[in-house]
Antibody
Framework: EVQLVESGGGLVKPGGSLRLSCAAS????????MNWVRQAPGKGLEWVSS????????YYADSVKGRFTISRDNAKNSLYLQMNSLRAEDTAVYYC????????????WGQGTLVTVSS | QSALTQPASVSGSPGQSITISCTGT?????????VSWYQQHPGKAPKLMIY???KRPSGVSNRFSGSKSGNTASLTISGLQAEDEADYYC???????????FGGGTKLTVL
């Protein structure tokens, strides 16, 4: 069974940093691109960042470019999101999602981890 | 990176059919056959319902169908059931600069 479990969320002050993790199991992690998608309270989904299976290709939404860094450790079946210079508008539930190239969509999602940026 | 345009809400009675539209541009929906639809119940993670515009993943009811014409994709739910009440989001690949873009979401109410 495919499982994605996020962790690392919490309360952080504006300008602060946080590192999110996503532990994957039930599939060959190193064969799939992975993504972070966020959802502000009461709002819609927003794609944040993508990383290819071997980390060769990395993409960011304009809203986080230069502040967030996506990475992965295929030996540990883990995905990460380093978030720096956090702003109030980064407050959201952050989901990790598997990107199956054979279907061109996010076919599995984690349960999400809440990041709150507030003083 | 403008979001795709969806109606904020739609409603229908049990047994009826509804359609949710998702309007993009020639840079996203109109250029790629990579539109997907997600169902999200309150407090839950999104669930993939349609991929590549019209294909259903294994386990998704055939009451859900998708289509695309030009820059607009559509999700149709037939034979509405109470459990279909949820938020629905479309998503499209938008090329190597923008990558993925979501719609603003549509709240479906089953009357």
């Amino acid at each position: 069974e495919v499982q994605l479990v996020e962790s690392g969320g919490g309360l952080v002050k504006p300008g602060g940093s946080l590192r999110l993790s996503c532990a994957a199991s039930g599939f060959t992690f190193s064969s799939y691109s992975m993504n972070w998608v966020r959802q502000a309270p009461g709002k819609g989904l927003e794609w944040v960042s993508s990383i290819s299976s071997s980390s060769s290709y990395i993409y960011y939404a304009d809203s986080v470019k230069g502040r967030f860094t996506i990475s992965r450790d295929n030996a540990k079946n883990s995905l990460y999101l380093q978030m720096n210079s956090l702003r109030a508008e980064d407050t959201a539930v952050y989901y990790c999602a598997r990107d199956d190239a054979s279907v061109g969509a996010f076919d599995y999602w984690g349960q999400g981890t809440l990041v709150t940026v507030s003083s | 990176q403008s979001a795709l345009t969806q109606p904020a809400s739609v409603s229908g009675s049990p047994g009826q059919s509804i359609t949710i539209s998702c309007t993009g541009t020639s840079s996203d929906v109109g250029s790629y056959n990579l539109v997907s639809w997600y169902q999200q119940h309150p407090g839950k993670a999104p669930k993939l319902m349609i991929y590549e515009g019209s294909k259903r993943p294994s386990g998704v009811s055939n009451r859900f169908s998708g289509s695309k014409s030009g820059n607009t994709a559509s999700l149709t739910i037939s034979g509405l059931q109470a459990e279909d009440e949820a938020d629905y989001y479309c998503c499209s690949y938008a090329g190597s600069s923008t990558y993925w873009v979501f719609g603003g979401g549509t709240k479906l109410t089953v009357l």
